[in-house]
């Protein structure tokens, strides 16, 4: 009986640590899971340990214990199936098929990445972001002391605008145990265009989040919904109302038990009331940004660059093996939100062979041909412009000014500030601009342009076009400094546009002259060429004056001969 009850309380032991460990470890019940083997392991080993505990054999002894011998083939069993596991799922053994799991297609850049408009550019990176939102945190006095700014700062577009969302989080446990009943009331939005930092203050609070204890916890939250999903990284976003969620990917395994990751479902849970929503990857809502992280992307690109002629030459030869630069950046387009790196070969030179652009809801990838400089050159050049002020240069953005691929880099001091602007032509890297905003910073690189041959003014190819008329309006402006006179002529409803530097007659001419231009038409007002014409009313008035002049004469010798008769 004694033995009896001492099994029964080695069972509910055992039932009770491994009800512990799965509260906190929250493995997944998943063969694909490599955490759920991890947990096998060590309920083998507990027990393994226990029985020997119990037994305290001699070491002469465990060769007899039929326990014992089960326990190790138990063992072994796990840990043989987890390392041929492993084995049959690496890219050793399955390089063409680790290469074929990213579809990449050929892309146009001046066609897929239009050029912005200045007010949709994206001037910050997560760092300044994060100092943005702690700055407006430590102005609300009323939520400073009990909440902080997570350091999610996940990029998306809101409204067709590029922001950086992050909730709130609980300072610390205390402040969770006092505020937990009302939830998290707010989060942070920052505008990445117009560093216009917002805090939106929720009617209900999060009460799913990160930063939350026990069942509220959102990882433990969803594991006790979906026992059987893998989850990749979650990223926090916001929908079209601005109402909060934790956007939370399924792992999807494509080869053999632990190897080709992607993604196969999205989980979307309302982080206000915990409801969940499940779809298929290609079934998600279009405002959601982030099905696929950044990370998974190119470490997907990096499987298709580099195992082409298979998993050996990848190491040994190299033999068209292509990598992604160091780092990535964002670009917003068509209301998606794609990852953007270089493309290099694997022997580490200092050009690029190309960049890629990767949809990260649709996984969609585009590699763009265009040789130029890497990331890490363009940053130094532009550092090297303002080296004297010793100001570091964020990760470059990709943007298309004039139809050349562009590296638009903020550079930021010492306190972590964007202080100046740089645009730095991909291919040709010596050419950067530097200015204290965007448009004056996009003024220097256009002018740089055309001093350096990349741009040049187009043909003008309009007709010289010839008009007789009288002038019915004139009237003076200054552009540049230069002095010009907007005419009309009778019988047109066009503005003609005279230079006074180019046809100083022009000040001759007043209204009811008659003039005969030549002239380009133009949207505003059309460009004369050549001014000829007749001033009457002025003639007119001169002969006038020179006819009073002559009467006068007369009139004078008249009065004189009437005066000296004699004379």
């Not at 080695?10 to 509260?23: C, D, G, K, Q, T």
């Not at 206000?272 to 982030?290: M, N, Q, S």
């Not at 690189?445 to 003014?457: A, F, R």
Request: proline share 3%; charged share 25%; with cysteine.
């Amino acid at each position: 009986m004694k033995k009896g009850k001492m099994k029964l309380v080695a069972v509910i032991a055992a039932l009770v640590f491994a009800a512990v460990y799965y509260y906190v470890a929250l493995p997944a019940v998943n063969i694909h899971s490599s955490d759920l083997w991890m947990f096998m392991i060590i309920v083998v080993l507990i027990v393994a340990a226990v029985y020997l505990g119990k037994k305290k054999p001699t070491r002469f002894e465990l060769k007899r214990l039929k326990g014992f011998k089960v326990i190790v083939a138990a063992g072994v069993l796990v840990v043989g199936a987890y390392l041929i596991g492993s084995l049959l799922s690496s890219p050793i053994i399955n390089a063409k098929k680790y290469q074929q799991l990213l579809k990449v297609e050929e892309g146009e850049f001046t066609k897929d990445i239009e050029e912005l408009s200045f007010d949709q550019i994206p001037l910050l990176d997560k760092d300044s972001a994060t100092l943005l939102g702690n700055r407006k945190m430590g102005s609300m006095v009323d939520m400073v002391s009990q909440f902080e700014v997570d350091e999610l700062y996940s990029q998306i577009n809101y409204q067709d605008q590029p922001v950086r969302v992050s909730p709130l989080r609980y300072a610390n446990l205390i402040k969770w145990f006092t505020n937990q009943k009302d939830g998290i009331p707010a989060y942070v939005k920052i505008d990445m265009a117009t560093q216009n930092t917002e805090l939106v203050k929720l009617k209900e609070g999060m009460k799913y989040t990160t930063s939350d204890h026990f069942n509220r916890n959102i990882y433990r939250h969803l594991r006790f919904k979906y026992p059987t999903y893998i989850f990749d990284d979650l990223s926090f976003e916001i929908d079209e109302e601005g109402v909060p969620y934790w956007v939370c990917p399924v792992k999807k395994y494509n080869i053999g038990l632990f190897g080709g990751v992607t993604v196969g479902r999205v989980v979307l849970c309302n982080a206000v009331t915990g409801e969940t929503e499940d779809y298929a990857i290609d079934e998600v809502p279009e405002w959601i940004d982030h099905a696929y992280s950044a990370d998974l992307l190119v470490q997907l690109y990096d499987y298709y660059g580099t195992l082409k002629h298979g998993y050996f030459n990848s190491i040994l030869g190299q033999k068209d093996c292509l990598i992604t630069t160091n780092g990535y950046n964002y670009l917003a387009i068509d209301d998606d939100v794609w990852v953007y790196t270089g493309v290099t070969s694997v022997s580490g030179d200092q050009s690029n062979v190309g960049f890629v652009l990767m949809n990260q809801r649709t996984m969609e990838t585009k590699f763009y041909a265009i040789e130029g400089a890497t990331e890490a050159s363009a940053m130094s050049s532009a550092e090297g412009q303002v080296q004297n002020l010793k100001y570091v240069a964020t990760f470059p953005l990709l943007l298309n000014i004039s139809g050349e691929p562009t590296y638009f880099i903020a550079l930021k001091d010492d306190a972590g500030l964007v202080k100046k602007y740089a645009m730095v032509n991909v291919q040709k890297y010596q050419i950067v601009a530097i200015g204290d905003t965007v448009s004056e910073c996009e003024e220097v690189y256009t002018e740089l342009m055309y001093q350096n041959g990349i741009k040049v003014d187009e043909p003008d190819n309009r007709e010289v076009e010839t008009m007789t008329a009288k002038i019915s309006k004139i009237a003076q402006g200054v552009i540049e400094g230069n002095s010009h006179y907007y005419i009309m002529l009778e019988g047109s409803e066009d503005i003609f546009d005279v230079s006074v530097v180019d046809f100083i007659d022009i000040i001759k001419y007043d209204v009811g002259d008659e003039v005969t231009v030549e002239y380009k038409k133009d949207e505003k007002a059309n460009t004369v060429l050549s001014l000829n014409g007749s001033s009457p009313n002025r003639s007119a008035s001169k002969g006038e004056a020179a006819e009073a002049d002559t009467g006068e004469n007369s009139q004078s010798e008249n009065d004189s001969d009437t005066e000296n008769p004699e004379e």
